[in-house]
């Protein structure tokens, strides 16, 4: 019997994992199964230990229950450790369940190996702070960043986020109203503004004639940020497709032991946005 896998969230009919981890065992020779599963609730728990049973290898998992799989996990990876939300549950041989977090790293790996995004030395301006963003800023760091200004609507929200990284002079916090009006070398849209047609509130001078713009949502057309951001004359403007798809190749690495070619899986994908 093949291998099982899934994704659990509520909702989850948009999710595109499924097709993108067919693709990647089609392309690896791996044999395995990979389904959407609508998940209540009140179920979570006892769903994930129904399914990590017998020919259920690894779930990944999304909203609203990355925080609920943190606590869940008797084991975790540092960047899971430190995100406070995990993606990605498997079992390690002594039986415990294991979380990981792969977003930071597909993050990254989008910017750096599929935008041509330099990661080293950078001035990152990241917008919003909740748990998309708290997932990316030890990967960010960890890639050689120069420094990080978390902006957020609520400075307290920031300072709670930045505080998580007090050891680490490099993540400042800031509210929307006192972002310099200076260019970034980066600037990374973690707010679900994107999903209601808005703009977060940063000034025009935060992009300069290098700059790159990064949406971590995505969609058929321009998200607000990204239009914003071209408008600005951003060197680079990047939406988040790429981040789904390296993020699931790690979770895919991580349970099978191959890492995926992902290039060809997300112009795939783009492809099929822009056909509607």
């Not at 609203?64 to 084991?75: G, I, M, Y």
């Not at 390690?92 to 369940?97: A, K, N, T």
Request: proline content about 4%; aromatic content about 6%; overall charge negative.
């Amino acid at each position: 019997m093949a291998d099982r896998y899934a994704v659990f969230g509520n909702p989850i009919a948009h999710s595109k994992s499924p097709q993108i981890h067919a693709r990647f065992a089609k392309q690896t020779g791996q044999v395995l199964t990979y389904t959407a599963e609508h998940i209540e609730e009140n179920d979570f728990e006892a769903a994930v230990e129904r399914f990590l049973q017998g020919d259920g290898k690894g779930l990944n998992i999304t909203v609203p229950f990355k925080e609920r799989a943190w606590a869940l996990a008797q084991w975790r990876s540092e960047r899971a450790e430190l995100a406070g939300a995990v993606n990605t549950l498997y079992r390690l041989d002594d039986g415990r369940i294991a979380g990981d977090n792969t977003d930071g790293i597909g993050l990254v790996r989008d910017l750096a190996d599929n935008s041509g995004v330099t990661l080293n030395g950078a001035r990152v301006l990241v917008l919003g702070a909740g748990g998309a963003v708290r997932g990316v800023l030890q990967p960010l760091l960890a890639a050689g960043v120069a420094s990080i200004l978390v902006a957020n609507r609520t400075l307290a929200r920031a300072e709670t986020l930045a505080e998580l990284f007090a050891d680490d002079s490099r993540v400042r916090a800031s509210g929307f109203d006192q972002v310099p009006a200076e260019a970034f070398d980066l600037i990374i849209n973690g707010t679900s503004a994107s999903l209601q047609g808005e703009l977060p509130p940063v000034p025009a001078a935060a992009v300069g004639a290098s700059t790159a713009c990064y949406d971590m949502m995505y969609g058929a057309e321009p998200t607000p940020f990204c239009r914003w951001a071209s408008e600005q004359g951003a060197a680079r403007v990047v939406d988040g497709l790429g981040m789904l798809v390296e993020q699931a190749a790690e979770s895919f690495r991580i349970w099978r032991g191959v890492q995926p070619d992902t290039e060809s899986v997300i112009a795939d994908l783009r492809a099929a946005l822009q056909a509607g």
